[in-house]
């Protein structure tokens, strides 16, 4: 069985699939499930940046954080 705590499986699954369709750009669709996914990993609560381009690297940052976690549980 995989340890992906602080992730609930179903957010487990999403944190995957967040890392395997974002490479460069993140849709606005995904940037609620991206900031609170960086926040739960994280055991924070970083207000949400706005969605323009002078926050890139704090959405940059929160992709960084899932795919890390990501590897970490999967024993990369």
Do not use: Q
């Given at each position: 069985m995989i340890d992906y705590s602080p992730l609930l499986?179903?957010?487990w699954l999403e944190a995957q699939q967040i890392v395997s369709e974002i490479t460069t750009y993140i849709?606005?669709?995904r940037m609620e499930s991206v900031w609170y996914l960086h926040n739960k990993i994280?055991?924070?609560n970083e207000r949400k940046p706005c969605k323009c381009s002078s926050s890139a690297k704090h959405w940059g940052r929160?992709?960084?954080t899932i795919r890390e976690f990501v590897k970490r549980v999967n024993g990369q």
């Open positions: 499986e179903n957010e849709p606005e669709g994280l055991g924070t929160a992709v960084d």
